[in-house]
T-cell receptor
């Protein structure tokens, strides 16, 4: 059974720092992996999607990497801003049944 | 394009009462999902529709939850009777058919408090 873990559960850093959020999964038979952002009281917004054959994806200040063999993905945020404060969730789509399996998220606070 | 629409945004009910949530997906999206998200946890899939057919409802508590998508467009999720542990946000999402490499789009959620 696939398990997706995000550590730490919460993170607080000063504005301007570069930071890395982690996502690990136990079953490497994934179709793709997605990173989402959730603001308080809001739904989820997709940030980046990495296909199983890809190693990384970039969008602006965000870079997501994928290492299937080690069951890990990282979301790198460059030059963090207070507006980046949110909960970040990763989800893997299984190859076998195309289900999305979610992590519990990392709550990120960027201090001005 | 318009996003996924959900209503109501907030609902407070007493236990044993019933509640219904409505979702209108993005136009042209054949796949519709209902998720339950409890505070501090990731979303849990309740039911997935492909057009008006059910693809996956394995985690839907069928003794109290029901969902329908009669015309393959908008959908309703009902809870009857509600329990305290049903307090959560109910997220509706949609995606294009058979393009699993594409992302899914979420609505802003319907927040339920059962007292």
């Amino acid at each position: 059974k696939q398990e997706v873990t995000q550590i730490p559960a919460a993170l607080s850093v000063p504005e301007g720092e570069n930071l890395v959020l982690n996502c690990s999964f136990t079953d490497s038979a994934i179709y793709n992996l997605q990173w989402f952002r959730q603001d308080p009281g809001k739904g989820l917004t997709s940030l980046l999607l990495i296909q199983s054959s890809q190693r990384e994806q970039t969008s602006g200040r965000l870079n997501a990497s994928l290492d299937k063999s080690s069951g890990r993905s990282t979301l790198y945020i460059a030059a963090s801003q207070p507006g980046d404060s949110a909960t970040y969730l990763c989800a893997v789509r299984m190859t076998s049944n195309y289900q999305l399996i979610w992590g519990a998220g990392t709550k990120l606070i960027i201090k001005p | 394009e318009a996003g996924v629409a959900q209503s109501p945004r907030y609902k407070i009910i007493e236990k044993r009462q019933s509640v219904a949530f409505w979702c209108n997906p993005i136009s042209g999206h054949a796949t519709l999902y209902w998720y339950q998200q409890i505070l501090g946890q990731g979303p849990k899939l309740l039911i997935q529709f492909q057009n008006n057919g059910v693809v996956d409802d394995s985690q839907l508590p069928k003794d109290r939850f029901s969902a329908e998508r009669l015309k393959g467009v908008d959908s309703t999720l009902k809870i009857q009777p509600a329990k305290l542990e049903d307090s959560a946000v109910y997220l509706c999402a949609s995606s294009r058919p058979r393009l699993l490499g594409n992302t899914i789009y979420f609505g802003e959620g319907s927040w339920l408090t059962v007292v």
